[in-house]
Every structure is written in C-alpha cells, then in structure tokens.
Nanobody
C-alpha cells in the first residue's frame, strides 16, 4: 500500500518561488520512480519532472532550468522546488509513484497518486 500526501502549494506573483513536498508512506522504498505532474483547468495531466531511486532526474522542457526535483529517502519525501514561476504554471500539482521502473513521466505510468496541491501564479 502506498500513500502520497502533497503540501506546499499556494499563490505567488510571477517570478516567485514555491517548494512542494510529497510525503510517501511505503511498505518498501527501493527500486522506484517518483514524479510530479500538473493539471490546469480544461487541460490534460502532464508530467513535470521525475526522479529515480538512483537520483536521476528528468524534466519537461517547459520547466527545465526553473524547477528542481529532489528526494530524501530517509524521510521518504519528494520535493519540487519551483523558481521563476509563470502564470502558465498555474495548476493542481500531483505527486506520483511507480515501483520497479525508471520511467514514470507519462500519466499512464504511475501506480499511485496523491490528492494534489494547488499552485496559482498571478501576473
């Protein structure tokens, strides 16, 4: 059983920063991929960034150089540091987990999802 709980969302002006956290409750914490997704109103869910248990990170083109994904395995916590936020980054952000894989940036890939945390960026 996997439970993911996101926090850290909020409202910021354009150019601001936020750090999202995802607390994971897992039976084991070994070979996995974790990711952040987002979904804006009227749009599909898109992968933002993923990280494997070896620390290899991959980013969507739209957030490269602005967002940083990290994980703390001892605290079983996933983070997403977001700098230089833009109004188009406004969305519900979700944490996701896929065990026994190095790929989880496609919305069809994760096995487990959190409930989401809202990020709103004003112009």
């Amino acid at each position: 059983q996997v439970r993911l709980v996101e926090s850290g969302g909020g409202s910021v002006p354009a150019g601001g920063s936020l750090r999202l956290s995802c607390q994971a409750s897992l039976d084991t914490f070994s070979y996995y991929c974790m990711a952040w997704f987002r979904q804006a109103p009227g749009k599909g869910r898109e992968g933002v960034a993923q990280i494997t248990n070896w620390g290899d990170a991959t980013y969507a083109t739209s957030v490269k150089e602005r967002f940083t994904i990290t994980g703390d395995s001892s605290q079983r916590t996933l983070y997403l540091k977001m700098d230089g936020l833009k109004p188009e980054d406004t969305a519900m952000y979700y944490c996701a987990y896929r065990q026994n894989s190095v790929l989880c940036l496609n919305p069809d890939q994760p096995n487990y999802w959190g409930q989401g945390t809202q990020v709103t960026v004003s112009s």
